[in-house]
């Protein structure tokens, strides 16, 4: 491939531009608050799940705790109305006044037995509510801290889309003019390797950072001046200056 000297020097140019839009594309998508708001939003969503479970929770426990209530004032209203009847004499019969003893004193038992099981449902439900209260806590944290770097992201992507912006703005002159083949082997070679042209200095190949052999210099060094030469090594375009070596 034949192409003027002053389409390949303008090579590098255009291999500096596409290095520094490649440089910000990583930048883009390797920014610090990418890796942690993936990490938070994954921990956001298991807070959700577990909110989710221990809401439930709660709600159970409620219920029970609702009923519990119920049953102790139901028993409680038992009692107070026999304590009534025999306070009032309303029993008279000594059988009926004997078995109404008795059946106070199971109904204080029933009592007791009932307010033992309200209060360690009530505790539940306390260390329940506590469980969600700390989860929603933790998620309000995350929220907010989701909230700041999202903020610091998007100010990060919007300096760097303006870079790209200008390295783009930049490209369109540099390629202007240049001939189709070089460019279409610039761009196939970029694509494959990452860096589609190189700058030969000192007899090194800029782009696999390798010396070039003895054999191959000589003939690189008779080689005409548009001549597009290869590194025989990464096959990238090699650019040929005063400063090559040869």
Request: aromatic share 0%; net charge negative.
């Amino acid at each position: 491939m034949k192409a003027d000297p002053t389409h390949q020097l303008k090579l590098l140019e255009i291999q500096e531009l596409d290095a520094r839009a490649a440089q910000l594309h990583h930048q883009r998508a390797h920014l610090p608050e990418l890796g942690e708001i993936s990490t938070l939003e994954a921990e956001r969503a298991t807070i959700t799940d577990q909110e989710r479970d221990a809401r439930i929770v709660v709600d159970d426990l409620t219920v029970e705790q609702k009923k519990a209530d119920r049953e102790v004032e139901q028993v409680r209203t038992r009692r107070e109305r026999d304590r009534t009847r025999m306070d009032t004499g309303q029993i008279t019969n000594p059988k009926d006044l004997e078995r109404m003893q008795h059946e106070l004193v199971s109904l204080e038992r029933r009592i007791t037995s009932l307010e033992d099981s309200e209060l360690e449902v009530m505790e539940s439900l306390e260390e329940a509510q506590q469980v969600l209260d700390g989860l929603g806590i933790r998620a309000d944290d995350i929220d907010a801290r989701l909230a700041e770097l999202a903020t610091a992201r998007d100010e990060k992507q919007r300096h760097i889309d303006a870079s790209l912006v200008e390295v783009s703005e930049s490209r369109g002159p540099a390629v202007e003019g240049m001939p189709a083949d070089l460019m279409a082997l610039y761009e196939r070679l970029r694509e494959q390797k990452g860096v589609g042209a190189a700058l030969l200095r000192s007899r090194q190949c800029t782009g696999c950072q390798l010396a070039v052999d003895p054999s191959e210099l000589s003939r690189l060094r008779t080689a005409p001046a548009d001549e597009v030469v290869r590194c025989e090594e990464c096959q990238r375009i090699l650019v040929r200056t005063d400063d090559s070596g040869l």
